[in-house]
DNA sequence: CACGAGACCTGTTCGC
DNA sequence: TGCGAACAGGTCTCGT
């Protein structure tokens, strides 16, 4: 589920506290308790559940759509892909159905990892470069700009909806933010990145700021029962409106399915190329 | 290199 | 009403 805007939220709720539990930067882990193994990507179980006890946490924060939480001296890791979430509750609460991953603190307080679909992946490792090096660039940085944007569309002759969704490529857009900042930049998904000109680069550069903006500014999107409190979702354009009006121009939203994945354009505003 | 299919998983919604 | 198909925020691997 959570795509940039969504782990974003999550680390910054995690690193602030909120209305419901406290922030966790300070505390100091006791143990861990793994209710479904597949889950630990990295090290092993034993080794994992050696190397937690103790570990106070630095920082949280995020890189693409992976959490990074500080510890002394490792970095706990963790993606969420489809269907994760994050929780700080007391201990004092029963575990969930879908809970796979629990981590003590010593102060009554636990972090816990849920995951309904199981994709989701944790790892504890020295340097989180590890993992983080083979991302792209952060779309909210300031060294991602137009022409960078621009320069890398034309490196590659792909379909601009699974280019702009390769998180080597550009770290942190998923299906619905991608969906959203075609829409805004008025470019057809299936376009081929190296045909993109340099002023729709700069549309495009754009849109993808301004909907991932959007998306922290709302807290994230909240849809079915994965990942709670976002409002992001009450200002979709196109993305899971199949039939319903374009916002511009009235056109009925069409699905289709780019590389396997629900995808939401406007056939007026997003015409194929050579129309 | 670029793409499609299949895998990994569970739960909800859709269509007949 | 019931039941199987289709679909869901993601990513990896394999075959062409």
């Given at each position: 589920m959570p795509e940039l805007p969504e782990v974003e939220t999550i680390a910054r709720a995690l690193r602030q506290g909120s209305d419901i539990a406290p922030p966790i930067v300070g505390k100091v882990f006791t143990d861990a308790v793994i209710l479904w193994?597949?889950?630990?990507?990295t090290p092993s179980l034993e080794e994992f559940k050696a190397r937690i006890p103790g570990q106070k946490v630095s920082d949280v924060g995020r890189r693409g759509k992976f959490l990074h939480i500080r510890l002394n001296d490792v970095s706990l890791i963790i993606h969420m892909r489809m269907s994760g979430g994050i929780t700080v509750e007391s201990q004092e609460k029963n575990i969930a159905p879908h809970d796979r991953l629990v981590l003590n603190f010593d102060d009554g307080w636990r972090l816990v990892f849920n995951d309904t679909r199981k994709f989701g992946r944790v790892w504890l490792v020295?340097?989180?470069?590890?993992?983080?090096?083979?991302?792209?660039?952060e779309p909210l940085d300031a060294v991602f700009t137009p022409v960078v944007l621009h320069q890398r569309l034309t490196a590659y002759r792909r379909q601009i909806k699974l280019l702009l969704m390769d998180q080597s490529f550009l770290a942190g857009m998923g299906n619905i933010y991608t969906d959203e900042a075609l829409h805004l930049a008025c470019i057809y998904p299936l376009t081929r990145s190296d045909s993109i000109k340099e002023k729709q680069a700069q549309a495009l550069w754009r849109s993808i700021r301004q909907v991932l903006t959007d998306g922290i500014l709302n807290n994230g999107a909240s849809i079915d029962w994965v990942y709670r409190g976002g409002e992001?979702?009450?200002?979709?354009?196109?993305y899971q409106k199949t039939g319903e009006p374009c916002p511009v121009c009235k056109t009925p939203v069409v699905r289709i399915v780019v590389g396997q994945r629900g995808t939401h354009l406007c056939p007026t505003c997003q015409p194929a190329p050579g129309e």
């Open positions: 193994e597949r889950s630990l990507e020295d340097d989180p470069e590890e993992i983080f090096s083979k991302l792209g660039p992001f979702q009450n200002y979709f354009r196109v």
